[in-house]
């Protein structure tokens, strides 16, 4: 084991002291004059010592729970048990069996705070202080006292504390507590600057753009927080299972114990021991603590690689996945729009076509708007502008200087009865007229992310059968991505509606398969997908309140190469809470029947309880060591 706290130091050091004064009674019993059967009230006696020292908090949580009114659960169960060898003058077996079930508590113990602590330290990202600029003095202050809008400093070396932009300074940002990712982010002025992320050797001051409340780390660690109040279907089963269980079981026991004497004329003693027995090999606690254990490491696992899963029924759908559909820009591709491709129209310039272009994007800050006013490159001259219109999914519409100007896609010139010539080039074509004369196109390509191939292909790899896409762009511009990254199915020119629709369809189309399905998208302009597809998983959206809001799983970075990695942890967290499972009734089970039928003594009892847990929780523990994304 690795270092153990304060309270698990003192509970090793409990059951060391009773071990040793059991041995020690063993000995004395078998050289001195201790034999139980000549002084059996010395010797019970004697074994009462490390009895009480190795096993009263167990009494003492069985006593406190019945007088709550929570009669059955493993205290108690251990209580019967070891009071019937007690009562049947088995005083060894009763030592024993209290003393291996407090080594299995402890290591239980250990191996939750390990998972824990695994999580815990990936989140131990909260800021203890902001350098708060007033006056041109710096005055250290709590995080929650800092105001939108202030100006802070950040040191090397330290923490930042808000959500900002840098307003001067040039630093290299560690970001793996976030992104699970080694490599520093390079940040400059007017670069965004997300709290959590620690500073390096440069000096930043920072506009703070959140409250403390509303910043990047207080989302994730409520996310966090609550994953746990999330439940797979698996845990919920193991949950009912056990309310149920240990009162049947316990039921089982008396009915072993009184039955068979009374009916019989069995020995009274044979038959407690028989019942004892029962009960010390039914207590459900290898599975009780073993499953909530394992999906505990799989959600720790995925966040050590960056990965953020809001509940372990996520995590258990994750693992049920068939079909991962995927949004197009931002997502497969950078959203890094640039004009690859000028098409005037007869009687047009290129410099006229992208000069009444780039007018009329002159206030939008859409990427596609951007990209053209980059092209265009040049300052505006004081053209009177008098209102931009915006049809959805289509374009706008600007007047300039008395004349209304339409940029958009072929739908926004089939509208107005403009005829224009069909551009059937890869990308994304901006149709341009001018009062119904057709000006040009202009073609705009968003570059593929590197990594996008390489998810798809070890999506499939990781037994996802189908990947589709849905887009906005036409659909020349999206079958010619698809086929470079090796999509299977593609939606094109879908309206931002449209693509809910899509999804309820896909959604129908895979349950009637008995498959579930994923929507990974930028979760902003994607928030209603996100929320209604099986898992809603959120690409490159650190900062962002509708990808932590709308999503099931939040990827802190914009590597789509993580999505394997999701898969692989999700469906080897199921694996072994099923393991465990089958494992543990098996050979609970078999223990049980050999007990009722006098063929298993105390110490196999022992075994199919704290044995069957430590391995159960030794195989739940392979989950901290998942992140990996090899």
């Given at each position: ?10 509970w ?43 096993g ?14 929570q ?6 169960l ?32 250990y191996?939750?705070?390990?998972s ?29 006292g ?13 923490r ?65 927080e ?23 079981v ?10 068979p ?6 020995e ?18 290898a ?9 505990f ?54 410099e ?25 490159g ?24 008395g ?17 224009f ?7 994304t074509?901006?149709?341009t ?44 511009a ?82 789509l ?14 694996r ?26 105390m ?28």
């Amino acid at each position: 084991m690795g270092s153990l706290n304060n309270k698990q130091k003192r509970w090793l050091a409990r059951i060391i002291t009773a071990g040793a004064l059991y041995a020690a009674v063993i000995i004395f019993q078998n050289t001195g004059p201790a034999d139980s059967e000549k002084y059996p009230w010395l010797s019970f006696a004697l074994y009462m010592i490390p009895y009480l020292i190795v096993g009263y908090d167990v009494l003492k949580k069985a006593f406190v729970n019945i007088s709550h009114g929570q009669v059955f659960d493993e205290n108690f169960l251990m209580m019967i048990a070891t009071f019937g060898a007690l009562g049947v003058r088995e005083y060894s077996e009763a030592v024993a069996v209290m003393l291996f079930y407090q080594v299995g508590e402890l290591f239980q113990n250990y191996a939750v705070e390990r998972s824990r602590k695994s999580i815990t330290d990936l989140m131990n990202i909260v800021p203890q202080y902001a350098n708060l600029e007033v006056g041109g003095k710096i005055i250290k202050v709590d995080p929650d006292g800092v105001d939108t809008g202030s100006t802070i400093v950040i040191m090397p070396g330290e923490r930042v504390p808000l959500d900002g932009i840098v307003i001067e300074g040039t630093s290299m940002l560690d970001t793996a507590a976030l992104t699970g990712e080694s490599v520093p982010r390079k940040v400059s002025d007017g670069s965004d600057i997300i709290s959590g992320c620690v500073n390096g050797s440069g000096t930043l001051r920072v506009r703070t753009t959140s409250t403390f409340e509303d910043s990047t780390v207080s989302r994730i660690l409520e996310l966090v927080e609550d994953a746990s109040s999330r439940k797979a279907k698996t845990e919920n089963f193991i949950t009912h299972f056990a309310r149920y269980y240990t009162p049947i079981v316990t039921l089982g026991a008396v009915v072993l114990a009184l039955v068979p004497p009374l009916l019989f004329g069995g020995e009274w003693s044979n038959w407690i021991q028989r019942a004892c027995i029962f009960l010390i090999v039914s207590c459900p606690c290898a599975i009780v603590i073993s499953v909530p254990l394992g999906f505990f490491g799989g959600i720790g696992a995925a966040s050590k690689a960056g990965i953020l899963v809001k509940g372990s029924n996520y995590l258990e759908t994750a693992s049920e996945l068939k079909t991962v559909v995927f949004d197009k820009t931002g997502t497969l591709t950078k959203g890094e729009f640039e004009v690859n491709e000028i098409r005037p129209a007869a009687g047009v310039t290129e410099e006229e076509l992208l000069e009444k272009t780039a007018f009329a994007e002159r206030y939008s800050n859409h990427p596609i708007a951007q990209s053209i006013k980059r092209a265009y490159g040049k300052d505006f001259d004081e053209h009177a502008v008098n209102g931009t219109e915006e049809e959805a999914g289509r374009g706008i519409i600007t007047h300039l200087d008395g004349s209304e100007i339409l940029v958009g896609n072929k739908l926004l010139m089939e509208n107005h009865g403009v005829a224009f010539e069909k551009n059937g080039s890869a990308g994304t074509v901006v149709y341009t007229s001018q009062d119904g004369r057709f000006l040009g196109s202009v073609v705009i390509s968003d570059a593929i992310k590197e990594s996008s191939i390489g998810a798809v292909n070890g999506l499939r790899q990781n037994g996802i059968t189908k990947t589709v896409m849905l887009t906005g762009d036409r659909k020349e511009a999206a079958d010619d991505a698809a086929s470079k990254i090796g999509i299977d199915e593609v939606y094109s020119e879908l309206l931002p509606a449209d693509k809910v629709g899509v999804v309820e369809k896909l959604l129908d189309r895979e349950q009637s398969g008995g498959g579930r399905l994923a929507f990974v998208g930028d979760g902003i302009n994607d928030a209603p997908v996100l929320m209604r597809s099986d898992v809603g998983i959120a690409m490159g959206s650190m900062g962002s309140d509708a990808a932590i809001e709308a999503a099931d799983v939040v990827i802190m970075d914009d590597d789509l190469g993580k999505l394997p990695v999701l898969m692989r942890i999700a469906r080897k967290t199921m694996r072994i809470v099923r393991q465990n499972i089958v494992f543990a009734l098996a050979v609970k089970l078999s223990i049980l029947a050999l007990g009722a039928f006098g063929l298993a003594n105390m110490w196999e009892a022992v075994f199919g309880d704290v044995g069957v847990a430590v391995i159960c929780i030794l195989n739940s523990m392979r989950m901290l060591g998942s992140g990996s994304r090899k």
